[in-house]
């Protein structure tokens, strides 16, 4: 299973963007998909999650100015970012929960992350 991650780039403050990411292999399901990101010199935190239901989990800090979304369909996750702000600079991961056959248990899989610049 592969995650490709992008949309990822330079925004000025207030300005946004949006985060794509698309899982491709062998699926039979995919579970929680979400956005992490990691700031440098800081440790990798949970930005956003969507379950198969679809139910909807934010980090304090961009509830309000992320939305995530999901297309079952094309296996792929979204992330809209509004009123972005030079701390949201940081490399956005991608990951999903996958099942690739019926009888195989749910793996934790990692796109290779986007660059988000947001200057002042």
């Known amino acids: 299973v592969q995650l490709q991650a992008s949309g990822g780039g330079l925004v000025s403050a207030g300005g946004s963007l949006r985060l794509s990411c698309a899982a491709s292999?062998?699926?039979?399901?995919?579970?929680?998909m979400g956005w992490y990101r990691q700031a440098p010199g800081k440790q990798r935190e949970l930005v956003a999650l969507?379950?198969?239901?679809?139910?909807?989990n934010y980090a304090d800090f961009v509830k309000g100015r992320f939305t995530i979304s999901r297309d079952n369909a094309k296996n792929t996750v979204y992330l809209q970012m509004n009123t972005l702000q030079p701390e949201d600079t940081a490399v956005y991961y991608c990951?999903?929960?996958?099942?690739?056959?019926?009888?195989?248990?749910?793996?934790?899989?990692w796109g290779q992350g986007t660059l988000v610049t947001v200057s002042s």
């Open positions: 990951a999903a929960k996958v099942r690739q056959t019926l009888l195989s248990e749910r793996r934790d899989y």
């Open positions: 969507i379950s198969s239901g679809p139910t909807t």
């Open positions: 292999g062998r699926i039979f399901s995919i579970n929680d």
